[in-house]
């Protein structure tokens, strides 16, 4: 006999499909997506920026190159993803259409939010910026990533040496940023209590929003359901 508790654990969902689905596949629901969120990843990073309060790792070490170069805060952004991207040959990671959008779209929204929010605010506006932006920051990763057209630069990164090394995304990432921030940090960038928030918080903050954002893919491109769809509904008797 059937427990009812095993009937509620097979309606709970399980995490949304994150792979790449080609570019042909419903374009017009999931490009508007793509680049509404890296338009947003970019804006919020410059709010953050702006905050002064502490950033992200990754910004910590644009910030640091910028200290010691003539180009804006994007620029360098746009720069440390092609350099990440020559990382990916020995990885034998692939770049997609989403992950050179990221480097474009996120440079060019991150100078434009630096010229928007004005510098030298006081304390409260400052914190306000700093909660918004995370908050920003892990609702438009959600929403680019969940268009599905391919990880960008850093993430692809993140996912090349788990697969190569063997050991847990967790610990990957970890150990990337960590070597990010201290090269950053060392450089100049901002590091403060921001960038400790912005790591608590990202995380839960991407995973709440990321259902909502998913792109589910068309019925054949689920597992299962093509070959259910070939074999036809069974008959009531």
């Not at 967790?170 to 209590?193: F, K, M, N, Q, Y």
């Not at 998913?214 to 597992?223: C, D, E, I, Q, S």
Request: aromatic share 8%; hydrophobic share 45%; proline share 8%.
């Amino acid at each position: 006999m059937r427990h009812p508790a095993d009937d509620t654990a097979d309606r709970t969902p399980g995490p949304p499909p994150l792979t790449y689905v080609p570019l042909r596949e419903h374009p017009l629901r999931r490009f508007p997506q793509l680049f509404l969120g890296l338009a947003l990843y970019g804006l919020s990073i410059a709010v953050m920026v702006r905050a002064g309060l502490g950033v992200s790792p990754w910004s910590v070490l644009n910030q640091g190159v910028e200290r010691h170069t003539p180009l804006s805060f994007g620029t360098v952004s746009a720069v440390v993803g092609v350099l990440v991207l020559l990382l990916w040959i020995p990885l034998r990671q692939r770049p997609r259409f989403g992950t050179g959008a990221n480097v474009v779209v996120v440079a060019y929204a991150s100078d434009l939010g630096l010229w928007l929010v004005p510098d030298g605010l006081g304390l409260a506006a400052r914190t306000g910026l700093l909660v918004g932006g995370i908050l920003a920051n892990g609702l438009s990763v959600a929403v680019y990533v969940g268009a599905r057209f391919g990880p960008g630069p850093r993430d692809g990164l993140m996912t090349g040496l788990a697969g190569v090394t063997g050991r847990s995304l967790r610990v990957v990432r970890t150990l990337i940023e960590v070597t990010v921030l201290a090269a950053g940090w060392l450089l100049g960038g901002s590091v403060g209590a921001g960038t400790v928030l912005y790591a608590l918080a990202m995380g839960p903050v991407t995973q709440y929003f990321l259902p909502w954002c998913a792109y589910a893919g068309t019925p054949a491109a689920v597992p299962g359901r093509a070959r259910r769809a070939r074999l036809g509904s069974p008959r009531r008797a």
